[in-house]
Every structure is written in structure tokens, then in C-alpha cells.
């Protein structure tokens, strides 16, 4: 596995890879790797000649008060384990590489509508942030193909969509949430969650897909639905920002006629932010 640390390099190596006629695939992360980030790198392998996988964490998606400054850095660790799946490319750029100009006047790329609802709510210029670094790396990783895991399902549609507008050619593959046995989404915040936290967090997951269960057999409205998560997330010690069932394709509210939707969740518990969602397809469309 080759580790480089500017883009120079990057744009040297994915340029030749070009030349020569072989496809790239790509993933995006911020680094302290699990089976999540490795899953889309299995992917990744399957589907390109050539493989890169970045790793930065990105300032401009932290609001004021998040956790940019303790954000877990274990660079050493997770050069061996994309080593040891197969990667071909590491690029690990420092801050300067991609914020030349600094982070405080850069130029922003915004996606309208997507970006200001459930997270962008509360956590505003996140998305904004999001979209910036992730538009950058693509003009110089040049991939024909990029992965993200669809916990973050809202980000996975940010990005198609700025895709789509800014016409990128490349194609943007969401990848199945990835979870530990008990069923909480494997994440890297995770390890911000002490022993008691830990063995409360799956119940965040039960309870949307319970919930999915209810709307797929007709037992509740949504308004119920949505009302009853967020109470019972909070009777069981989380600090829930939201649960929405939205339609999937645009994660507008849902009207008659849809029967694409998710279920998306947004809760503290102790120090950590988690968020998860379920798709389903009503066998009935709404009414």
C-alpha cells in the first residue's frame, strides 16, 4: 500500500492509473477505521482496478462546541488495516493541503433544501462543510466510482445530489449500514460511550425498526409514530433530536401516493451523537 501526504502525489499516481485505462474507486472517511469504512473498501476492490481511500478530518463540518478538537486520530492503526484489505492508495493530506487559503474565508459549495433539514437542523453549515471537502477531493482523486455507508443516509443524498448539479463524473454508491451483533451501527463515535452507555445504545435501533414494523402493518399514523420514538428514546435515557419517517428519494415529508420511505433517527447518549435510519416500501401506497 503506497501512503501519500500531498496532492501532488495523489494527482501523479491517480493520473497515471488514468492513462493507463484503469477505473478508480474511492472512499472518503475521517480515519479511526472500523468494519464500516473496510466493508466499502471490500466493495471498492470488487468493482475498480484501483483503489483510494482518503483520511481527514474535516474542520469545516464541525459546528462551534463539536468534537473537531477530540476527534480520534489513529493514523498508524488504520494504515494497517486497509493494508491488510487490499488498499492501493492512502492519501492522508495534513490541513494546508486541502485549505490552502485557510478555513475561514474558503470558497463554500451548498446544497439547497437537503442540507438544512433533520441533521443540517442542528447542526448548521455541516452539510455545507461536507460537500466543500468532499468536492475538493474528488477534483483531485478523480474516482469513477465513490462509496459512503448509509448510516449517514442524509449525506449519501447530499452528495448525489451536489454530484448531479455540479455534473462530477462520478457515480455515488451508498453502502448497507454495517452493525455490531446487538444491532447499533457501527460508528466511530461509538468509543465515546462508557460500559453502561454502550450496552443502552442498541435500543435506538430496535426502536426504528419496531417502528417500521408498525407503519408497514398499518398500526399507527406517522405523527404517532414519530411522537412515540422520540418519547420512548428519551423515557430510556437518550436526548433525541429527531425521528422522522421522510420519503427516501428526497427526505421530503411524505404524502399520498409515496411508499418509499425511512425512518431516521438523531440522539445524545452520555457524549456521543448516533444516528441511524431503515428503509421500507409499503406494500400500500399513503393515503
Known amino acids: 500500500?503506497?501512503?501519500?501526504?500531498?496532492?501532488?502525489?495523489?494527482?501523479?499516481?491517480?493520473?497515471?492509473?488514468?492513462?493507463?485505462?484503469?477505473?478508480?474507486?474511492?472512499?472518503?472517511?475521517?480515519?479511526?477505521?472500523?468494519?464500516?469504512?473496510?466493508?466499502?473498501?471490500?466493495?471498492?476492490?470488487?468493482?475498480?482496478?484501483?483503489?483510494?481511500?482518503?483520511?481527514?478530518?474535516?474542520?469545516?463540518?464541525?459546528?462551534?462546541?463539536?468534537?473537531?478538537?477530540?476527534?480520534?486520530?489513529?493514523?498508524?492503526?488504520?494504515q494497517e488495516k486497509l493494508a491488510a484489505a487490499g488498499l492501493d492508495l492512502l492519501f492522508a493530506p495534513n490541513l494546508d493541503a486541502l485549505y490552502p487559503g485557510g478555513i475561514e474565508e474558503d470558497t463554500r459549495?451548498?446544497?439547497?433544501?437537503?442540507?438544512?433539514?433533520?441533521?443540517?437542523?442542528?447542526?448548521?453549515?455541516?452539510?455545507?462543510?461536507?460537500?466543500?471537502?468532499?468536492?475538493?477531493?474528488?477534483?483531485?482523486?478523480?474516482?469513477?466510482?465513490?462509496?459512503?455507508?448509509?448510516?449517514?443516509?442524509?449525506?449519501?443524498?447530499?452528495?448525489?445530489?451536489?454530484?448531479?448539479?455540479?455534473?462530477m463524473p462520478v457515480e455515488v454508491i451508498g453502502m448497507p449500514i454495517v452493525r455490531e451483533t446487538d444491532g447499533l451501527a457501527m460508528s466511530s463515535r461509538n468509543s465515546y460511550l462508557n460500559a453502561a452507555e454502550r450496552a443502552r445504545a442498541p435500543i435506538i435501533y430496535r426502536t426504528i425498526t419496531e417502528a417500521a414494523t408498525a407503519l408497514e402493518n398499518g398500526e399507527t399514523s406517522i405523527a404517532e409514530l414519530e411522537e412515540s420514538g422520540m418519547k420512548r428514546l428519551a423515557e430510556t435515557g437518550f436526548r433525541p433530536e429527531y425521528f422522522s419517517v421522510r420519503r427516501s428519494t428526497d427526505l421530503e415529508e411524505p404524502g399520498?401516493?409515496?411508499?418509499?420511505?425511512?425512518?431516521?433517527?438523531?440522539?445524545?447518549?452520555?457524549?456521543?451523537?448516533?444516528?441511524?435510519?431503515?428503509q421500507l416500501r409499503l406494500k400500500t401506497p399513503l393515503l
Open 1 to 78: 500500500m503506497q501512503t501519500v501526504y500531498d496532492l501532488a502525489g495523489l494527482r501523479a499516481q491517480v493520473n497515471e492509473w488514468h492513462r493507463a485505462g484503469g477505473t478508480i474507486a474511492f472512499v472518503p472517511t475521517m480515519g479511526n477505521l472500523h468494519e464500516g469504512h473496510i466493508s466499502l473498501l471490500h466493495r471498492a476492490r470488487e468493482i475498480a482496478d484501483h483503489t483510494v481511500v482518503s483520511i481527514f478530518v474535516n474542520p469545516i463540518q464541525f459546528g462551534k462546541g463539536e468534537d473537531y478538537a477530540k476527534y480520534p486520530s489513529t493514523l498508524a492503526a488504520d
Open 109 to 167: 459549495v451548498t446544497v439547497p433544501g437537503l442540507s438544512t433539514i433533520l441533521c443540517g437542523r442542528f447542526r448548521p453549515g455541516h452539510f455545507s462543510g461536507v460537500a466543500t471537502v468532499v468536492s475538493k477531493l474528488f477534483i483531485n482523486a478523480q474516482p469513477d466510482f465513490a462509496l459512503f455507508g448509509l448510516k449517514d443516509y442524509q449525506q449519501v443524498l447530499v452528495i448525489k445530489r451536489m454530484v448531479h448539479d455540479l455534473l
Open 256 to 278: 399520498p401516493g409515496d411508499s418509499e420511505l425511512s425512518i431516521l433517527v438523531a440522539a445524545w447518549l452520555g457524549n456521543a451523537r448516533l444516528i441511524d435510519n431503515v
